[in-house]
């Protein structure tokens, strides 16, 4: 039974998707050195539900519904686009700002609204679907026992968890913050650009 679960190719998949740098990847580093590790936490702690919830999603065949259904993902396709589209022009905005080079500086940002952040971020992002859809199509046996699927989502959640949280805490160390209020405003402008050349290959991207 657990012979048949290609669990190393599922789990390298896995983290090649969640260690390269990418919306979530920005956005933990971001509110990291902004906002301090708590934040940073906070922020992938939302961003690893997001991955669960789509894991689960895509195990028990949501993705290929969502995916036989053109208009259900064209309408996650184009919010997540904006959703990012909108955190560009944040930072944008922020690059213009000149602050004090004092840890002071950094920007407040409440516990709930980096987790929430962090959430609907991962939840919004059509690459997620496609990521666990193939991920689950490619390492998944037919006919998978509920036992499989179950060590799969464990395998794959607790990886990226760690991952996540990992991203934030390096992101949120002395070092890294005080190189950070140095060049914030160079940073932001970095993020800026980050977060819209991704809005704008999520809007361009054809679903095949």
Do not use: C
């Not at 933990?28 to 991955?51: D, E, H, P, Q």
């Not at 919004?124 to 799969?152: C, Q, S, V």
């Not at 989502?153 to 991203?167: D, E, K, M, P, R």
């Amino acid at each position: 039974m657990i012979s048949s679960l290609n669990l190393p190719l599922i789990l390298v998949a896995a983290l090649l998707a969640v260690a390269s740098p990418g919306p979530a990847t920005l956005a933990i580093a971001n509110a990291s050195m902004t906002g301090g590790r708590r934040a940073g936490l906070a922020l992938a702690s939302g961003v690893s539900l997001g991955s669960w919830i789509w894991s689960v999603s895509a195990a028990f065949g949501l993705g290929a519904i969502m995916l036989a259904n053109a208009w259900m993902f064209e309408l996650i396709r184009y919010f997540g686009a904006g959703y990012l589209m909108y955190l560009a022009l944040r930072s944008a905005r922020s690059s213009l700002r000149p602050v004090k080079l004092v840890p002071d500086a950094r920007q407040p940002q409440t516990l709930r609204a980096a987790f929430g952040k962090g959430l609907a971020l991962h939840l919004t992002n059509p690459k997620a679907i496609l990521f666990f859809g193939a991920l689950y199509a490619i390492g998944m046996p037919r006919g998978a026992t509920p036992l499989e699927l179950l060590i799969i989502i464990l395998a794959v959640g607790v990886q990226s968890t760690v991952i996540f949280h990992f991203y934030a805490w390096m992101f949120s160390s002395a070092k890294v913050t005080a190189g950070y209020l140095k060049l914030r405003r160079g940073f932001e402008a970095v993020f800026a650009l980050a977060f819209a050349g991704a809005s704008l290959r999520i809007l361009t991207a054809k679903l095949q």
